[in-house]
């Protein structure tokens, strides 16, 4: 089969054949037919991920369709043929609060989605929710279960809750706001593009504000009708400071990255006085992946595919992603 593999760090991804994994017991062989870009990609590309082991294929989101079970597949396990995607969140553990330490992300150093073919065990292989193509069901698995578990494990939206959704654009904000204009909230957004703002209201969005502007935080309250009771957010830095001053008092602020870096200042007085909760989270469990599915499957939601590129121009749809151009999640499409 062919396979994009990452060999060194500063180095492109280099397409090749490799032998057919075969499933063993208990295991699942799915043919692929999508996966979707995630920045993690570009980060261990750049040598800016913990724990880089290389060679590597990767790739962490897919679709497909059950070429061949192992022995001993659950009999609840999709048949041959059927149409799944992957939940990439490896060995969660038992504690549904906190990863275990052997939890690992797909595609580094398991092999990852993409390949044509890849094998894992059945309970990470679930049925693709059938109003989504391909395309579109491999954009959905760390996005949506990143986001799920942000807004709802953790932050715990609740319908009609003012919530604000920081730099949307990327998979994950914009799936975090289809998710929670599907439970009844009321999004608004930040992005540093008017353009990615305008096509955030056309998936369920109020209103936005470019967060370069000056005292953006005092312009976005006022069209909003006051502050947030829930922030999602995946900058942290310097900017994560006026994310207090937006925050209503009792409000939850939740964040899964830090693309900005460190958060240098947060005023203790800020976070006590107005009984802010700070939440990490990070990905989510397999339980989180069930309802998120449920909640997909119920709602119709479609996550918001930006483009897609043939397997053998994964390094342009990289750069595409590393320069930040896109509106929702980059897709490649396998065989």
Sequence with gaps: MQALQL????Q???LRDIPTPTPGPGEILVKLHAAALNHRDVFIQEGKYAGIKLPCTLGADGAGEVAAHGAAVPADAPAVGARVLINPGLRWGDNPRAQAREFAVLGMPDPGTFAEYIVL??????????????????ALPLAGLTAYRAAFTRAQVQPGERVLVTGVGGGVALTAVQLCVARGAEVWVTSSAEEKIARAKKHGAQGGINYNAENWVKTLTQQAGGPFDVIIDSAGGAAFG???DAAAPGGRIVFFGGTLGNIPDVPPAKVFWKQLSLLGSTMGTPQDFEDLLALVT???IVPVVDEVFPLAETEAALRRLEAGAQFGKIVLKIG
Aim: aromatic share 6%; proline share 13%.
């Design 298 to 300: 119920d709602k119709g």
């Design 12 to 14: 492109s991804v280099v």
């Design 121 to 138: 065990p059945a309970e990470y292989i679930r049925p693709l929710p059938a109003h989504l193509s391909f395309e579109q069901g491999a």
């Design 242 to 244: 006026p994310l207090l």
């Design 7 to 10: 060999d060194a760090i500063h």
